[in-house]
Structures are given as C-alpha cells and as structure tokens.
C-alpha cells in the first residue's frame, strides 16, 4: 500500500506568511495527488487536484506542485479563514487506492 | 444544486450493525465514483470504501469483510452497511464524489457512528 507522509503536522503562523506543506508519497503516483482544507466540525473542501490544478472558486493565492513522490502546497499569504487543517490524498482513476496524509494544522502565531 | 446528505448514524453496541444512507442531489451516483470517507475522533481522514460507475467496489484492509457498499439508482442513494462493530470503527462518516480525475469535489456534511458499550 502506498503511504503518505505529510510535514510539518503542525504549523504556527502569521497572516500574510508564505506557507508551504509538504507530502511525500512511498513510491511514485505520478500526479495523483488532491489537497483538501478541513475546519473544525466540517467536511473537507478540494482545494487542488491532479497535484497542480486550482479547484474551480478556490482563491489563487493557493497552489500545488510536484510530481512522483513530492509534493507541495503553498499558501502565498496566509489569510484569516486560511487557519486549518490541511490534507493530502493520493488517488488514482485506474486503482480504487486511496490513500490520507496525517493532516498539517496551521495555526496562528 | 449538487448536494450529498448522510443518515443513519448513531451509538451501537460492539458487534452489533447499522446502516449508513448518503442521498444525492444534482448528479446521478450512478455515472459517478462515489466513496465513503471517514474521521475518527481527533483524528485524520481515512478513505473507507469506493463505488465505480459500473458497480464494482472496493475497500479499505480495515474493514473489508465487514461493510458492503452499494447503491440504489431509482433513489439515486448510497448505501454503506456496517456489520461486526467495533470501537475502532467510531468516526464521522462522509460520502464524497470522486469526479474522474478531479479528486473528491464534493462531501456530505458527515454522520456520527459511535461504538460503545
């Protein structure tokens, strides 16, 4: 089974920082990699798919990159409602795994 | 709207069984990969089970043998029925959709299964 290991799991910030989580899969999944941000008591939200695209009325200040077996997601400026609970997942069309980092929490400094 | 609405969660006893409902609205389930997501207390996201559009299904090492995941596409609903309950089993339950290559666009609000004596 492919692991995933997300870092750091938790993240002291300030609004406008630059923030960047990072998630390295076991073994190579090409670019099959979603982000999702959860707040307390809500479901996930798609932030990014296919490891790089912007999920339609996400704000651009939100990006992903990488491919094989690292992966990151930048936050450009960190804003208010961006305090949360970050998540990576592999996932692949041709294979029903899927697999959940831990989660990176971002808090505030 | 597209929408997902879980049901059927609840306190059950070790060993006993429950039946989770998802309803969709917006899409058909049935032209779609529809997955079961779950949340222990405090804890990650654990990808629990999938359906593919042309009904096979999959899941987790944690509970294959113990949950069947299936659909009924006149209610355009899912389905996931737990047997053989466990305290590890303890979580919120969200069914997503996973839209091709899109990752899971859309989430219910979760139900809440607890398993204790």
């Known amino acids: 089974d492919i692991q995933m290991t997300q870092s750091p799991s938790t993240l002291s910030a300030s609004v406008g920082d630059r923030v960047t989580i990072t998630c390295r899969a076991s073994?190579?999944?090409?670019?099959?990699l979603a982000w999702y941000q959860q707040k307390p008591g809500k479901a996930p939200k798609l932030l990014i798919y296919r490891a790089s695209s912007l999920e339609s009325g996400v704000p651009s200040r939100f990006s992903g990159s990488g491919s094989g077996t690292e992966f990151t997601l930048t936050i450009s400026s960190l804003q208010p409602d961006d305090f949360a609970t970050y998540y990576c997942?592999?996932?692949?069309?041709?294979?029903?795994?899927?697999?959940f980092g831990g989660g990176t929490k971002v808090e505030i400094k | 709207e597209v929408q997902l609405v879980e049901s059927g969660g609840g306190l059950i006893q070790p060993g006993g069984s429950l039946r989770l409902s998802c309803a969709a609205s917006g899409f058909i389930v049935s032209r779609k990969y529809m997955n079961w997501v779950r949340q222990a207390p405090g804890k990650g996201l654990e990808w629990v089970a999938v359906?593919?559009?042309?009904?096979?299904?999959y899941y987790a090492d944690s509970v294959k043998g113990r949950f069947t995941f299936s659909r009924d596409n006149s209610k355009n609903t899912l389905y996931l029925q737990m047997n053989s309950l466990r305290a590890e089993d303890t979580a919120v339950y969200y069914c997503?959709?996973?839209?091709?290559?899109?990752?899971?666009?859309?989430w219910g609000q979760g139900t809440t299964v607890t398993v204790s004596s």
């Open positions: 359906i593919y559009s042309g009904g096979s299904t």
């Open positions: 997503a959709r996973a839209d091709g290559d899109h990752g899971m666009d859309v």
């Open positions: 073994q190579s999944i090409s670019s099959w």
């Open positions: 997942q592999q996932y692949n069309s041709y294979s029903p795994q899927n697999t």
